[in-house]
């Protein structure tokens, strides 16, 4: 079993539509997670981080966590064509600064 | 700031050659992080150091693969003898950890280089 799974895609949805993306991880003594966006050919970039069980909004962007179910969730509201690229989800597991990457969701954007 | 700085951006060289990659972190940040990503495997940590001191280098491949942190503002990654196999995209990141004030939970986030593209021959 992989330590951080997600869901290749592509996961397409049209412009103004909410898309969801989702990563299950391992680990359950694992206490950060991230989730990082990776334009094609460029490198990855962090946008949102969450650490306790809930959601946590900024802008755009909802980041969901439920530790007993061993679930993150990212949910991006009005999507754009610019919101298209590789989603990482990341958590920390084996050490605080230990951080293990899923293999990425590609969400397209529609217009 | 600058951000993270890789060098070379792009590197072509022949199978046995010895290659050189190279990393300046974020002023202040304490940790740095090699990384390595192809299609199949997705970003894979290499190894971390904290403090220039290697940390874990349990993901760093076999023998030929060596990194060092001689300053808190210089890395190297270096492979002897390059392989085919070896071609990725290989990402250096720095982060500083501080305990998020309501969780204690280690916050951090990583910045990443814009990574060093490496292609063996």
């Known amino acids: 079993q992989k330590e951080v799974e997600q869901n290749s895609g592509p996961l397409s949805v049209p412009e103004g539509a909410i898309a969801s993306l989702n990563c299950t991880y391992s680990?359950?003594?694992?206490?950060?997670f991230f989730w990082y966006r990776q334009y094609s050919g460029k490198s990855p970039e962090l946008i949102m981080s969450?650490?306790?069980?809930g959601d946590k909004e900024d802008g755009r962007f909802t980041a969901q966590l439920n530790k007993a179910s061993q679930y993150v969730s990212l949910l991006i509201r009005d999507s754009q064509p610019s919101d298209s690229a590789t989603y990482l989800c990341?958590?920390?597991?084996?050490?605080?600064?230990?951080?293990?990457f899923g293999t990425g969701t590609k969400l397209q954007v529609i217009p | 700031d600058a951000g993270v700085i890789q060098s070379p951006r792009h590197e072509v060289t022949e199978m046995g050659q010895e290659v050189t990659l190279r990393c300046k972190p974020i002023?202040?940040?304490?940790?740095l992080f090699w990384y390595r990503q192809t299609m199949m495997r997705g970003l894979e940590l290499l190894i971390y150091?904290?403090?220039?001191?290697?940390?874990?280098d349990s993901g760093m491949p076999e023998d030929r693969f060596s990194a060092k942190m001689p300053n808190a503002s210089f890395s190297t990654l270096k492979i002897q003898p390059s392989e085919p196999r070896d071609s990725a995209v290989y990402f250096c990141?720095?982060?500083?950890?501080?305990?998020?004030?309501?969780?204690?939970?280690?916050?951090?986030?990583?910045?990443f280089g814009s990574g060093t593209r490496l292609t063996v021959v």
């Open positions: 990141a720095s982060s500083f950890i501080f305990s998020h004030p309501g969780t204690g939970a280690p916050n951090y986030g990583y910045t």
């Open positions: 680990d359950r003594g694992s206490q950060s």
């Open positions: 969450i650490y306790s069980n």
């Open positions: 990341a958590v920390n597991s084996g050490g605080y600064q230990k951080v293990t």
């Open positions: 002023s202040g940040h304490d940790y």
């Open positions: 150091f904290n403090n220039n001191v290697p940390i874990d």
